[in-house]
């Protein structure tokens, strides 16, 4: 079953502003991923991670994780309209069988 | 980077047929390969995990018999909506995990809408 949650579930913002997701997750995980989805697409890999990890950097994107909060967080700065698409966090739970639940998505529009 | 591909990207069929949809990967082998459904406006939600040689093992409430998959080779996955009806139209995605590597990070297929009328 969906174990994240992620808010807003809709954000819209001027190009150049920064946007940014948070995720929760209820269970004990081995890493946290990004992903993005533009529309009617699939998916495409972001960012991991690890549960050891506190903060990740790629390019434009930052990612945080509070493993006592449960939680973690996508920033994208400078944004573009071309970052438009849907953003999930998906997390592989400790001892599982590496399989990714997918949180619920937030719905991203970057206006021109 | 990995790439996985899906076929058909897109089918529209009558209610009570049955529809295949395969799912690749084009350059790696991947011993396990991922089903998703996914609604409009909706998270991805997983419905089997398919194993090479083997039973896929089935996501609670996911009929098996309904959701026919097949990982005859290490490329190769395919998924069987079998009887289908219009509560099955579903954007059906499928992904799969690299053994090579040492991640989680699952390569996704650009999705199949299934429309059944």
């Known amino acids: 079953s969906q174990q994240g949650e992620e808010d807003p579930q809709a954000l819209s913002i001027q190009e150049g502003e920064n946007a940014t997701m948070n995720c929760s997750y209820k269970?004990?995980?081995?890493?946290l991923q990004w992903y993005r989805q533009n529309s009617g697409r699939g998916l495409v890999h972001l960012i991991l991670i690890r549960s050891n990890e506190r903060e990740k950097h790629s390019g434009r994107l930052r990612v945080t994780l509070d493993t006592s909060k449960k939680s973690s967080s996508l920033l994208i700065t400078a944004s573009r309209a071309a970052d438009t698409a849907s953003y999930f966090c998906a997390t592989v739970f400790s001892g599982s069988a590496r399989q990714l639940t997918f949180g619920s998505g937030t719905q991203l529009t970057v206006l021109p | 980077g990995a790439v996985v591909s899906q076929h058909p990207s897109w089918v529209i069929c009558k209610s009570g047929t049955s529809v295949k949809i395969e799912c690749r990967s084009l350059?790696?082998?991947?011993?396990?390969m991922f089903w998703y459904r996914q609604f409009p406006k909706q998270s991805l939600m997983l419905m089997a995990t398919?194993?090479?040689?083997?039973?896929?093992?089935?996501e609670q409430g996911v009929e098996k018999d309904k959701f026919l998959i097949n990982h005859a080779s290490l490329t190769l996955s395919t998924l069987t909506v079998t009887s289908a009806h219009p509560e099955d139209s579903s954007f059906y995605i499928c992904?799969?995990?690299?053994?090579?590597?040492?991640?989680?990070?699952?390569?996704f297929g650009p999705g199949t809408r299934l429309t059944v009328l």
């Open positions: 269970t004990s995980i081995n890493n």
């Open positions: 992904s799969a995990r690299d053994p090579t590597t040492s991640t989680d990070t699952q390569y």
């Open positions: 398919s194993n090479e040689g083997s039973k896929a093992t089935y």
């Open positions: 350059d790696f082998q991947a011993t396990t």
